[in-house]
C-alpha cells in the first residue's frame, strides 16, 4: 500500500464537543475486557493503550426495539476495512476519540462474520485489500440481505480522479482522501451515520410507531407512500401512478462529486412534491421519485405528467455559489383503475413505461398493458451496474484529436463482468436494446459536455444497433439531446456494424440525414470487402470504417494482406478514414501502416480502462 500516513508528531484536532457529551452515560469497559473483545480474532486491531466504548452485538442494540431500528443516543459503530496496520490504529484511534466504536478487518474475509456479530452502523473501507479489492467487496456486501442500505465509505490515497467515480459507482456512497483531517473524518462518518438512522427511524418509527415524512427531507418515506399504493390497489381507486427519473444521473454525480450530486437531488425532490401537492411523492432511488395520485380524473394523468416535467426543469438549481444547473425528468405514468395484482407489478409496469419515455421527445409516455414476451433469462443476465471503459483511437502519424472508442461493461452482483458480446444480444433478445443504447449515448454526451474545452478535443465513437436507430423517437431525442447541452455533433461518431448496415440500409440514411445535420459523424465497423459492402462507401454519409479484427493478422498470410490494401484503397478513394483494430503488437502495427491505415487500435497502444488519459500530441505510431 502506497497510501500517505499522518506524521507521527502530527496533533490529533480536537473533535467536536458534542462527540463527547453524546455517549458520556454510556457505560465503560476495562481495559481487561477490551482486550478480551478484539482477542478473539487476529484479524481485529486492538488500539493499545486505549479503551474503546462497549461493544454491542446486533442483538444488543436492537433488545425490545421494531426489527432494524437502532436508538438515535446509541454509540455509532463502525466497521474499518484496512489491512495497513499503521493507517487502522490511525483511524480507530480518531473515531474512538470521538466517542464511537471501531472495529478493524484486516481482510475481505473477515468483513462478512464482522457484519453479522457487530452490526455497524457504516463501513470505513480501503481500496486496495489482499485478494479482493474494495470496490469488488462492496458489491458483494450489497447484494447480503439487509445491506443494501448500509453506508459504505471509502478512504483512499489513490491519487487517481477517475476512481473515485468508479468507486461511488460500485455502491459506495462517499470517497474520502488520504491523507485526511481527523475533523473531517469524524464530521463524514458521523453526518452519513445520522442520516442512515434518520432513514432506519422512519421506516421502523420510534419504537414501533411508524413515521410520515422523511427528517432529512420532509417528503413522504417510500414506506409509507407504497402501503398508500396498496391500499389504493386494494380498493381500485381510481387516480395514477408516476415514476420521476432524472436524466443524466451517472454524468452529474461524475461531475459534480456524490455529495453535490446528493444536495441536487433532494432540492429535485423537494420542487417536485410542491408541483405534487396535494398528492404523496417520495424518493425511490438515487435518482427517482414515485409520485400517488388517489382519487383523480384519470383523463387528466398525461397533463399532470407533463407539468411535473415543465416545473423540475423551469428554474436552475444551484450547485455552488458560481454555477447552477437545469435538471431535466422523463416521467411513466399509470392509471390505476384497471388494477395491477401487487405493489410489485406496479412498479415493474411503471419503471418499464419510463424506459419508454426515454426515448420521447416529449419526455412522458403512459403505461399500455401488453404481453410479457422478454426471456427471465436473459432479463437476469442484464440485471447489473453498467460500466464504460474507453481504448483510444491514434493517428499513425499523429494527430489534433483525443480519439476513444466507448466499450460496455456491465458488472453483476457477483462482482463479474460481462463484455458487450454477452451483453448486447440479452438486451435485443429482451427488448431493452434501445434502453441499454441510450444510457451509453448519454453518459457519452455527458463526457463531452464535461471536456468540451479539453486540449486536444474529444471526439468519442459509440456503437449502437440499428433496432435503436430506427425509432424516429430516437433520432428526435438525439437531436434535442445535442442542442440543449449545445454541444459541437462532430465530437460524435455513431459507429454501426456491417451486417446491421447492409439490411436496413434505408432506416440507416435516414436517421445519418437527421442527426448529420448537426454534424454528427458516422463509422462502419466489421468492414469486409465485396460488392454489397464496397456500395455502402458510398451510398452512406460515413466518415471512418473499421476494418474487421482479422486484418490484424495481416502480417501473417500474404492474401489477407493483399485483400485488405484493396479494401483500404477502395475506402481512401470514397474519402474514408480507416481504423485499424485489435492490433496486439509491432508487426501487426506495422502490417497496417504499410497497408495504409490512419488509425490504430488495440492492446498494443493501450488497452481499454476507465481513464481518458493517452497523450495523443506525442503519440506517434
Not at 471501531?102 to 457487530?118: C, M, T
Not at 462507401?537 to 479484427?549: D, E, I, W, Y
Not at 493478422?553 to 479494401?567: K, L, W
Not at 502495427?589 to 481499454?608: H, L
Amino acid at each position: 500500500m502506497n497510501d500517505t500516513h499522518p506524521p507521527r508528531n502530527a496533533r490529533a484536532e480536537t473533535p467536536p464537543a458534542d462527540h463527547w457529551q453524546r455517549w458520556a452515560s454510556a457505560p465503560s469497559q476495562t481495559p481487561s475486557s477490551a482486550a478480551t473483545t478484539t482477542a478473539a480474532d487476529d484479524n481485529v486491531i486492538a488500539l493499545p493503550g486505549a479503551t474503546p466504548p462497549p461493544l454491542h452485538t446486533a442483538a444488543d442494540a436492537q433488545d425490545d426495539l421494531p426489527t432494524g431500528f437502532i436508538p438515535s443516543d446509541a454509540p455509532y459503530r463502525i466497521l474499518v476495512v484496512e489491512d495497513d496496520r499503521a493507517q487502522a490504529l490511525f483511524a480507530q484511534s480518531v473515531l474512538h476519540g470521538a466517542g464511537m466504536e471501531a472495529i478493524v478487518v484486516g481482510d475481505a474475509e473477515s468483513v462478512q462474520p464482522a457484519l453479522k456479530e457487530h452490526a455497524p452502523d457504516l463501513i470505513l473501507m480501503d481500496l486496495h485489500l489482499p485478494g479482493l479489492d474494495g470496490m469488488r467487496l462492496t458489491a458483494m456486501i450489497r447484494q447480503l440481505p439487509g445491506l443494501q442500505m448500509l453506508p459504505i465509505v471509502f478512504l483512499s490515497g489513490d491519487p487517481d480522479p477517475e476512481r473515485q467515480f468508479e468507486v461511488l459507482d460500485s455502491g459506495a456512497d462517499d470517497y474520502l482522501s488520504k491523507p485526511i483531517r481527523p475533523r473531517h473524518l469524524i464530521a463524514a462518518v458521523s453526518n452519513r451515520i445520522r442520516r442512515a438512522r434518520a432513514q432506519a427511524a422512519a421506516q421502523s418509527g420510534d419504537r414501533g410507531g411508524p413515521l410520515l415524512n422523511n427528517p432529512e427531507t420532509g417528503l413522504p418515506t417510500r414506506h409509507h407512500l407504497l402501503q398508500q399504493l396498496s391500499a389504493a390497489l386494494g380498493h381500485r381507486d381510481c387516480g395514477g401512478l408516476f415514476f420521476i427519473e432524472i436524466a443524466s444521473a451517472l454524468g452529474l454525480r461524475e461531475r459534480y462529486g456524490y455529495a453535490a450530486f446528493e444536495r441536487l437531488m433532494v432540492q429535485a425532490g423537494q420542487r417536485l412534491a410542491e408541483a405534487a401537492q396535494p398528492h404523496l411523492l417520495a424518493r425511490l432511488n438515487d435518482n427517482s421519485f414515485l409520485a400517488l395520485a388517489r382519487g383523480v380524473d384519470e383523463e387528466q394523468l398525461d397533463a399532470t405528467a407533463q407539468s411535473l416535467r415543465e416545473q423540475l426543469s423551469s428554474r436552475a438549481f444551484v450547485i455552488r455559489d458560481d454555477e447552477s444547473v437545469h435538471l431535466r425528468g422523463v416521467i411513466g405514468f399509470a392509471a390505476l383503475s384497471p388494477g395491477f395484482p401487487d405493489v410489485g407489478s406496479a412498479l415493474e409496469a411503471i419503471e418499464r413505461t419510463t424506459l419508454q419515455a426515454r426515448l420521447l421527445t416529449a419526455g412522458v409516455a403512459g403505461f399500455v398493458p401488453h404481453e410479457e414476451t422478454s426471456s427471465d433469462e436473459h432479463l437476469a443476465m442484464l440485471d447489473g451496474q453498467l460500466e464504460l471503459a474507453y481504448q483510444p483511437i491514434v493517428a499513425v502519424a499523429g494527430g489534433g484529436n483525443a480519439q476513444y472508442q466507448v466499450l460496455l461493461r456491465l458488472r453483476q452482483a457477483d462482482g463479474s463482468v460481462l463484455t458487450a458480446g454477452q451483453v448486447i444480444p440479452a438486451a435485443e433478445a429482451a427488448g431493452r436494446i434501445a434502453d441499454l443504447d441510450q444510457q451509453v449515448i448519454d453518459h457519452a454526451l455527458g463526457l463531452l459536455d464535461h471536456y468540451r474545452h479539453a486540449t486536444p478535443p474529444l471526439h468519442l465513437f459509440v456503437s449502437q444497433s440499428l433496432r435503436t436507430l430506427a425509432r424516429d423517437a430516437f433520432a428526435d431525442w438525439l437531436i434535442e439531446s445535442l442542442q440543449q447541452r449545445q454541444l459541437d455533433g462532430s465530437a460524435l461518431v455513431v459507429d454501426v456494424r456491417l451486417p446491421d448496415a447492409l439490411i436496413h440500409t434505408v432506416t440507416l440514411q435516414q436517421f445519418c440525414t437527421r442527426v448529420g445535420a448537426l454534424g454528427v459523424r458516422f463509422c462502419l465497423s466489421q468492414f469486409e470487402p465485396g460488392p454489397e459492402a464496397n456500395a455502402l462507401l458510398t451510398q452512406l454519409p460515413l466518415s471512418f470504417v473499421r476494418m474487421a479484427g482479422r486484418f490484424s493478422s495481416s502480417h501473417a498470410n500474404p492474401q489477407t494482406r493483399d485483400e485488405m490494401r484493396a479494401a483500404i484503397d477502395v475506402a481512401h478513394r470514397a474519402n474514408l478514414l480507416i481504423i485499424g483494430q485489435q492490433i496486439e503488437d509491432p508487426q501487426a502495427a506495422a502490417a497496417m501502416w504499410v497497408g495504409g491505415v490512419d488509425f490504430i487500435q488495440g492492446n498494443m497502444v493501450q488497452s481499454a480502462g476507465s481513464d481518458l488519459d493517452f497523450d495523443f500530441l506525442n503519440a506517434v505510431l
